[in-house]
């Protein structure tokens, strides 16, 4: 691949990718609503709302591949997550679909199926339980990609990304959580895996990780949380943690 885009490049996510992902492209393409600043000789960028389908087919058009990350990042009422992760996820896929990109890299997250108890192995083979408006929007960006790639022939690889932090801050990360440098091998993993189609879990090699090792597209993590414990408990007893409370969000009336 010669040229990638980042949606949402100027988040928590995208910030951490920038440098590892352009090494050895002709050009990284970064995409938000917010000016991304400080262009490396090889980044360009491209503002674009992902409510603007025009915007999202300006941003898309050359690239070889995208890495979708742009969306409202946690639980939010539904008018907040509706346009972002709904309707700019379409946007993104059909843009794709329109102009022959080859490989989509689709940040889901592990609020998908944040609803299994903890300690469940969970794989992306398992039914969706999501804990929340935002878990069921990740739900619906990953069916939309199985209808993509079966329907239109595109390939996509299905991110369930786990706590993306510098490092874990309570007991349940101990189980979540993904590093930044293993953020980084699962993107590259994801970019590059000879699948057509795939959902695959993102945390780090964790002595206490609830989900078991990919084999899907050969992402091999090395970090382990275990190096930071102990941290203050949880008293989740389900995944999703904070997100699976009733009145999380502040939207449920």
């Known amino acids: 691949m010669e040229r990638v885009l980042i949606t949402g490049a100027a988040g928590a996510i995208g910030t951490v990718l920038r440098e590892p992902l352009r090494s ?7 995409s938000d609503v917010v000016d991304v600043t400080d262009l490396a000789e090889n980044e360009t960028f491209v503002r674009a ?6 915007a999202v087919l300006a941003a898309v058009e050359g690239v070889d591949a995208v890495v979708h990350l ?26 794709c679909r329109r102009h022959d990109v080859s490989r989509i890299v689709y940040a889901s997250s592990n609020h998908a199926t944040g609803m ?26 990953e069916a939309l990609a199985r209808m993509y790639v079966d329907r239109f022939g595109l390939s996509a690889v299905c991110l369930r990304i786990g706590s993306f932090k510098p ?10 959580w993904l590093s930044h440098a293993d953020g980084v091998r699962l993107v590259q993993a994801a970019l590059t895996a000879d699948v057509d189609f795939a959902i695959v879990y993102g945390g780090s090699q ?14 091999a993590p090395e ?29 449920v009336a």
């Not at 050895?24 to 970064?30: D, I, P």
């Not at 382990?224 to 969000?249: C, I, K, M, V, Y």
């Open 167 to 176: 490092q874990p801050e309570e007991e349940r990360e101990l189980s979540t």
């Open 70 to 95: 742009g969306a409202v990042p946690n639980e939010a009422a539904w008018d907040v997550i509706a346009g972002p992760n709904l309707h700019g996820t379409y946007h993104v896929f059909e843009a």
């Open 206 to 219: 964790n002595t206490r990780r609830w989900w078991p090792a990919d084999t899907l597209i050969g992402f």
């Open 223 to 251: 970090d382990d949380a275990e190096a930071f414990a102990p941290l203050p408990s949880s008293a989740w007893t389900r995944q999703g943690g904070p997100n699976t409370d009733r009145d999380h969000g502040g939207w």
């Open 49 to 54: 709302d992902l409510t603007d389908f025009d």
């Open 24 to 30: 050895g492209l002709v050009e990284l393409r970064l």
């Open 116 to 141: 299994y108890d903890v300690g469940l192995p969970l794989d992306g083979e398992v039914a969706p339980r999501p804990d929340g408006l935002y878990g069921a929007s990740k739900v619906f960006g």
